[in-house]
């Protein structure tokens, strides 16, 4: 996590948000509203969400119930749509795949370590990941190409909604 989506996440959870000299919580959430992209604001802020939950067991059932989970789904959807995805179930489906792996990027078999094997046992590369650490996600093989790029799209929004915050940081 880059230091301004952490200082993000830190400010959304804050109680203690004041003016002061030195940019601080507010700062960062005031930059945040600034920015006209709001996907990449949104999964920046989705991401955050489930990080607070991601110990708790069937953290990634409870995705779609997180606060920001149905306006980023929204501007998913109809990102998707813009693309040229045909609107349907399967843009639901594959809108909420996307959703689900940019949230829960590790693997599952080996928690993002790469290895499988407890402290003191012999250390295995993970089958599943083959040591990678990410989760790798299966697709139709007309979706792949557009799953693809979809993804890379919206790692460049949250791209470039964190040098917004950045850089109107610069500037309080």
């Known amino acids: ?40 604001t949104g999964l920046l802020r989705l ?12 953290a ?17 959807l109809a990102l998707i749509i813009e693309r040229g995805f045909p609107a349907g179930e399967d843009a639901i489906l594959l809108v909420a795949k996307l959703l689900d792996h940019w949230c829960d990027q590790n693997c599952p078999s080996c928690t993002g370590r790469g290895t499988i094997g407890e402290y003191g046992s012999p250390q ?25 790029r979809i993804s890379s799209e919206m790692e460049g929004k949250v791209d470039s909604a964190q040098r917004r915050i ?4 610069r500037q309080a």
């Open 124 to 148: 295995m590369i993970c089958s599943a990941c083959g040591g990678s650490k990410r989760r790798t996600l299966f697709w139709p093989q007309d979706q792949e190409v557009f799953a693809d």
């Open 60 to 76: 990634r059932n409870m995705l779609p119930r997180l606060k920001s989970a149905a306006a980023v789904r929204n501007r998913m």
């Open 1 to 40: 996590m880059s230091a301004i989506a952490e200082r993000y996440a830190r400010a959304m959870g804050s109680s203690h948000l004041e003016w002061k000299l030195e940019p601080g919580a507010i700062d960062t959430l005031t930059a945040a509203g600034l920015i006209k992209e709001s996907l990449g």
């Open 166 to 169: 950045r850089r109107l940081l």
């Open 47 to 58: 991401r955050a969400e489930f990080d607070s939950i991601r110990t708790m067991p069937g």
